[in-house]
């Protein structure tokens, strides 16, 4: 899924399907898709859009949705920041990288916004390479 057209259109060349879609109003139906997944995207999105994204992909979802992204670590942003110029990154680069750590979550943050938002309970785990992951089953919605 991209927002962006003619992203979309790169993407369905590499890919089985590529679609042109806003992620705040999916152009599914409800319970229509098994698996949805969000990788590395959460952090782009700041409270009520974080949790309607969320609402969303649990709308759409059959039988899960899982998220993974940054999890937010002083430490993940000095190694970060060091390993950016020994790899060669652009300045441009690095300070993206450095604001996504940023703006990942906590474990115990990721946790509260899924609930929050979906009403859903989740089974949230950190990650090595400092990820956090999230899933929860769409079947638990209350009322």
């Known amino acids: 899924l991209e927002r962006a057209p003619l992203l979309a259109g790169a993407a369905a ?3 089985t399907h590529g679609l042109a879609a ?9 319970g229509s898709i098994d698996i949805v997944t969000l990788s590395q995207v959460l952090h782009h999105f700041d409270g009520a ?8 992909c649990t709308r759409v979802a059959r039988v899960a949705v899982i998220v993974g992204d940054l999890r937010r670590s002083w430490l993940a942003v000095a190694g970060l920041w060091v390993s ?3 790899l060669g990154f652009h300045p441009v680069s690095r300070h993206d990288g450095v604001l996504s750590v940023l703006r990942g979550y906590t474990r115990n943050e990721l946790q509260a916004l899924v ?12 990650r090595l390479g ?3 992951t999230a ?4 079947g638990y919605l209350a009322p």
């Open 22 to 30: 806003d992620a705040m109003q999916l152009p599914f139906a409800t």
């Open 130 to 132: 400092f990820r956090v």
């Open 49 to 56: 859009e974080a949790e309607r994204l969320l609402q969303e």
């Open 115 to 126: 609930e929050r938002a979906t009403r859903c309970p989740a089974t949230v785990r950190r």
């Open 135 to 138: 899933h929860w089953s769409p």
């Open 84 to 86: 950016s110029f020994a």
């Open 13 to 15: 060349a590499r890919c």
